[in-house]
């Protein structure tokens, strides 16, 4: 692969990383949650459902699965819902942010690992990445070495920028922690992540 088309991958990259979407949301929830641990937690969960994505696309999975409607269909409604379940529950039930995962938020690293992993799976972002933008890049013969070496290097891409916010948010903890600002991120990130739900589960249902 040639320097400029691997610099080119990587702009691409960049550009769909950092536009802040489900992921990012979620990984600013479970940050204010459960502290630093349970933001990389989640983003490390985010970073393996891309490696999921990788694999299947080298594979030729991707496709298979894209030719599928009703299993893709069912997947991407499944993630919906678990974003508009999760945005009610921030809604309704504000937890405490103590700097630790607690019942009330489900913020263990454990469970913020598992809610980063379901919501790449079903982020059509990631989909439209893999299957559209990762194999051109490879090439008109692509071998499998190179589809997972971009894929992985994406993964650590990610990785590192979701680990980033996790670090930022945590700084920041004292000023969001206070009782108002806390409450109104609450509300915020809660009406985010259903709207995100709302808007990928139209997405799927307009698609099928």
Not at 72 to 101: C, H, N, Q, S, T
Request: some cysteine.
């Amino acid at each position: 692969m040639a320097l400029g088309s691997y610099l080119a991958f990587l702009g691409v990259s960049l550009v769909v990383i950092c536009t802040p979407g489900q992921d990012t949301v979620l990984t600013i929830r479970n940050t204010l949650l459960g502290g630093r641990s349970t933001g990389a937690a989640t983003a490390a969960g985010v970073a393996a459902g891309q490696a999921v994505w990788t694999i299947a696309t080298s594979a030729g999975l991707a496709v298979v699965l894209m030719a599928s409607a009703p299993l893709f269909l069912a997947i991407r409604l499944a993630g919906a819902a678990y974003l508009v379940y999760l945005g009610i529950r921030a809604i309704l039930l504000p937890a405490k942010w103590e700097g630790r995962g607690d019942a009330t938020g489900g913020a263990k690293p454990s469970h913020a690992f598992l809610q980063g992993f379901l919501s790449n799976l079903s982020n059509a972002k990631m989909v439209a990445f893999f299957i559209g933008l990762l194999p051109p890049f490879a090439g008109p013969h692509p071998s499998l070495a190179l589809l997972l070496a971009l894929g992985l290097n994406f993964c650590l891409l990610t990785l590192a920028w979701l680990g980033a916010y996790a670090f930022a948010v945590e700084r920041l903890s004292g000023l969001f922690r206070r009782s108002a600002m806390r409450r109104a991120l609450d509300l915020v990130l809660g009406s985010v992540l259903v709207a995100l739900g709302v808007r990928v589960g139209r997405e799927a249902l307009a698609s099928s």
